[in-house]
């Protein structure tokens, strides 16, 4: 079922977002070289907690902490990991839920860390670029497919990196995943046609070689993430926005000045 969510609800998703934003915005000053990944999820963790919200993932289907920190080859879904350092020239995506008085935002941002390939910064300013496309189709009127569609021509037809088909943005709140389901790929004016109040996420990720992914197995931990299946180093930018009679509006804005036309 999909919910139409009140002008009310937005505001208070729009706040959920702002704590959200903040950790991400300690996160561009914190990433460095030498960093374990254990002090994301303990800056993230203790952020969240200390402005009156919760990490939504922590305790979902049994996972154990704030946020997912996937780095270089892996997809999504790699978890915070003791005694993993960032090394000069790592991409690190963070994503992250947040629950503020029982409104859910969800946001995952890539970061370089230190001095990177040109390879990898274009693949970073893609799947960026992508993602603000695929936002500019969440009108009133269009499609899903329109949304699908701004994000695959960009990444594939455009720049012939892959588009990731497995794992793809959804409806959120009143829970963290809702319908409907919203793909980074797809045909313009086919799909589920989007209505005023819906409240999605749009989250491209993008590999620099092939679309497809694959499973890997951290026997450490007991955990099952993604990878390219290539070997590829992979980016992914997300937002949770509102579609409104004003336009698409951005939830987890962190107030970079692109944004400022999907202002609330």
Not at 29 to 42: A, R
Request: glycine share 10%; aromatic share 8%; with cysteine.
């Amino acid at each position: 079922m999909i919910t139409l969510k009140s002008p009310r609800e937005i505001e208070m998703m729009a706040k959920s977002g702002e704590v959200l934003a903040g950790v991400h915005l300690g996160l561009r000053d914190m990433i460095k070289p030498g960093l374990d990944t254990w002090e994301i999820e303990e800056f993230a963790d203790k952020y969240i907690t200390e402005h009156g919200a919760k990490a939504s993932e922590k305790g979902f289907e049994g996972y154990k902490f704030a946020t997912c920190v996937s780095v270089n080859d892996e997809v999504a879904h790699g978890i915070p990991r003791k005694g993993l350092k960032l090394k000069d020239g790592d991409i690190v995506k963070v994503d992250m839920t947040v629950n503020k008085d029982g409104f859910e935002s969800d946001s995952c941002w890539t970061y370089a860390v230190g001095n990177i390939s040109k390879e990898d910064q274009k693949l970073m300013d893609v799947c960026k670029e992508a993602l603000y496309r695929g936002i500019d189709q969440a009108v009133v009127g269009n499609r899903l497919g329109d949304i699908g569609f701004a994000c695959q021509d960009f990444i594939e037809n455009q720049n012939h990196m892959g588009d990731v088909r497995e794992l793809i943005g959804h409806g959120i709140q009143p829970t963290m995943h809702e319908q409907p389901n919203v793909p980074a790929y797809g045909e313009p004016g086919k799909g589920l046609r989007l209505k005023e109040g819906m409240t999605i996420t749009i989250e491209p990720m993008v590999n620099l070689g092939t679309w497809e992914i694959t499973d890997r197995y951290d026997s450490k931990d007991d955990w099952t993430y993604y990878v390219s299946s290539d070997g590829t180093n992979s980016a992914q930018y997300e937002h949770t926005i509102a579609i409104t009679k004003d336009g698409p509006k951005i939830l987890t804005s962190q107030g970079d000045p692109i944004d400022e036309k999907y202002k609330l």
